[in-house]
């Protein structure tokens, strides 16, 4: 009876634990013909209402394995619930230097992420978050998609 009894907690434990690990936010932008054009700017809109914790951001990069580049780089542009406005360049790695990929390969999907840890959102309300490609071609061929996902900090 109590060997019963401990696994149904436990179990019952690892669903709650979960459960308490689901994104604030969740969305990708799939791009047409698998082309990131430049006029293509992805936008997600966030709602934050509680501005006393620390949010991670992780932007989510899919490719073929037909990608041309071993880098992408792309401005994230920030419009705050009150109009203000940042925009802020990344680079990120897609392949090592001998041409391996960097991301979780799965048959010719490559899935790279970027991490922003710890931000802090200084005001309640709808953020607004889009993404410009910052290549000098005007169009990236073989893009699946990009995504944006927003989790409360786990050290809070």
């Given at each position: ?9 436990a179990l019952?434990?690892?669903l ?23 006029n293509?700017?992805p ?19 899919r ?7 071993n ?12 109009g203000?406005k940042?925009?802020?360049?990344f680079?990120?790695k897609?392949t090592?230097t ?5 991301g ?12 922003f840890k710890?931000r ?17 071609e005007p ?8 995504g ?9």
């Amino acid at each position: 009876m109590n060997k019963k009894v401990l696994i149904l907690s436990a179990l019952l434990l690892v669903l709650l634990s979960s459960c308490m690990n689901q994104p604030i936010y969740e969305k990708s932008y799939s791009f047409q013909k698998n082309k990131w054009e430049m006029n293509a700017k992805p936008t997600f809109k966030v709602d934050i209402q509680d501005t006393s914790k620390t949010y991670d951001f992780t932007i989510t990069f899919r490719t073929t394995t037909d990608y041309q580049f071993n880098n992408v780089w792309f401005y994230l542009n920030t419009t705050t619930p009150d109009g203000e406005k940042a925009r802020e360049p990344f680079e990120m790695k897609i392949t090592n230097t001998d041409g391996s990929w960097i991301g979780k390969k799965t048959g010719t999907i490559v899935e790279n992420e970027l991490f922003f840890k710890s931000r802090k959102m200084p005001q309640k309300g709808v953020y607004s978050f889009y993404l410009e490609q910052g290549i000098t071609e005007p169009t990236l061929e073989n893009v699946l998609d990009v995504g944006l996902r927003v989790d409360f900090n786990q050290a809070d």
